[in-house]
């Protein structure tokens, strides 16, 4: 069986990341009745595979054996019709990434590939560019990216566009982890927002803080 990483916040949010090494059977044992889930049998073989991890994660998270009710609203956001916790989840290859807690929150999991320089004009704003490519461009991109796509979860709405309304205004390094500051612009309004970041192997953990 693999092993959960499993850490709670200062702010009591509750963050998991699990290693898949376990065939679709394991998890639909662990989870009575999620065969049942209609959203189930959409998925190719290898999304069912992160879907039902991503599943017994929070159940994980949660404290809880078997099923429980999560739903996803009219822009895809999940969220629990039983209970008043925030939810967030991600997954990347091999892993599955949530976070749990009473605020708005979001996650991001993802595997480092140099792909992500040939995307970057989808997300990255002028200023951006200018601090953070002219040096660790690969690392910075996926820092970037991680963090927009944590906030995007974070507002669940579809009227939020990453280069438009995201930016990242700093990034804080200590070895493998540090912290990145990031700007939300929205109708009249700016919202701060910090955000944590973690590399594990050839992965990048990313999750907001506040």
């Known amino acids: ?48 595979l992160e879907w039902l991890a991503s599943r017994y994660l929070l159940t994980k998270l949660l404290d809880v054996k078997g099923a429980y009710q999560l739903y996803k609203n009219h822009t895809g956001k999940p969220f629990f019709n039983n209970s008043s916790l925030n939810v967030s989840f991600s997954h990347s290859a091999k892993y599955v990434a949530a976070i749990i807690g ?28 200018e601090k953070f490519t002219q040096e660790k461009e690969l690392e910075n991109l996926h820092l970037i990216w991680g963090a927009k796509e944590a906030l995007y979860k974070v507002y669940g709405t579809t009227d939020l566009f990453f280069k438009r309304d995201i930016e990242v205004q700093t990034i804080d390094r200590n070895e493998n982890k540090g912290k990145i500051i990031a700007l939300v612009n929205r109708t009249n309004k700016q919202t701060t927002h910090e955000i944590a970041y973690e590399w594990i192997e050839d992965h990048l953990l990313v999750h907001t803080i506040n």
Do not use: H
């Open 102 to 129: 009473e605020n708005r929150v979001g996650i991001d999991i993802q595997r480092m590939t140099p792909r992500i320089k040939k995307l970057s004009f989808k997300f990255l704003c002028e200023t951006e560019k």
């Open 1 to 48: 069986m693999a092993a959960l990483k499993q850490k709670i916040m200062d702010n009591q949010d509750r963050i998991g990341l699990w290693k898949i090494e376990e065939p679709c059977a394991f998890f639909e044992q662990q989870l009575p009745g999620i065969v049942n889930n209609p959203n189930w049998y959409r998925k190719t073989k290898g999304r069912k």
